[in-house]
């Protein structure tokens, strides 16, 4: 099983729509959960982190079940500037990392059409 | 502020050769991370150092894989000799201490070992 799973993809909605991309992680020792943007040919950038008790940026929520070792993303009233890869990541801190070694999910792609 | 600067963006070399990769951090970013992707795979961690010294090197895959930090600044990746599976993308990323899940990743590296 790999460490950090997410929806295969490629997610393609029209604008304003709302999309929801799910991961589940392998180790229930996992305390830090992130998700990144990595737009075409770019590098990946913090979009923002997971807290246990959910969090909102704007049109952006991210929520943790830690007793399903799942995290979400929910995009409200999709963009055509969110087309890119969304990308679920843990940090292996609590199993033998060095804080910032992140492990990344392959990333969900995501498309928004005019 | 100047972002990660990663050079060169693109190597094309044979396999046997030698490839250095290097990585300007943020200033003042005492972490630096090397990462690599490599085709239809997820970013995978290879290394991490604080200042010069390494902190955790338990995604190098071999001891092709040179990293090297000297005097705490910028780095370098030296893969030798190169095999066709070292193709892949090569990100560098810096962070602060204050934020230990923002990594600000490098534009990439991009490597092709014919």
């Known amino acids: 099983r790999k460490e950090v799973e997410q929806d295969p993809g490629p997610f393609n909605v029209p604008e304003g729509a709302t999309v929801a991309f799910n991961c589940t992680y392998s180790?229930?020792?996992?305390?830090?959960f992130f998700w990144y943007r990595q737009d075409c040919r770019k590098e990946p950038k913090l979009l923002m982190s997971v807290y246990s008790s959910g969090n909102e940026d704007g049109r952006f929520t991210a929520q943790l079940n830690r007793a399903s070792q799942y995290i979400s993303l929910l995009i409200r009233d999709s963009k055509l500037s969110d087309s890119a890869t969304y990308l679920c990541v843990v940090n292996a801190l609590n199993y033998g990392g060095s804080q910032g070694n992140l492990i990344f999910g392959k990333g969900t792609k995501l498309s928004v059409k005019p | 502020e100047a972002g990660v600067t990663q050079f060169p963006s693109h190597s094309v070399i044979e396999k046997g050769q030698t490839v250095t990769l290097r990585c300007d951090p943020i200033?003042?970013?005492?972490?630096l991370y090397w990462y690599r992707r490599v085709m239809g795979k997820e970013i995978k961690f290879l290394l991490h150092?604080?200042?010069?010294?390494?902190?955790?090197e338990s995604g190098m895959p071999n001891n092709r894989f040179l990293a090297e930090r000297t005097g705490g600044t910028y780095s370098t990746l030296k893969v030798q000799p190169a095999e066709l599976e070292d193709s892949g993308v090569y990100f560098c990323?810096?962070?602060?201490?204050?934020?230990?899940?923002?990594?600000?990743f490098g534009e990439g590296s991009r490597l092709t070992v014919l």
């Open positions: 150092f604080v200042k010069e010294s390494k902190q955790d």
């Open positions: 200033s003042g970013h005492d972490n």
């Open positions: 180790n229930s020792a996992s305390q830090s």
């Open positions: 990323a810096s962070r602060t201490d204050r934020r230990p899940g923002e990594l600000f």
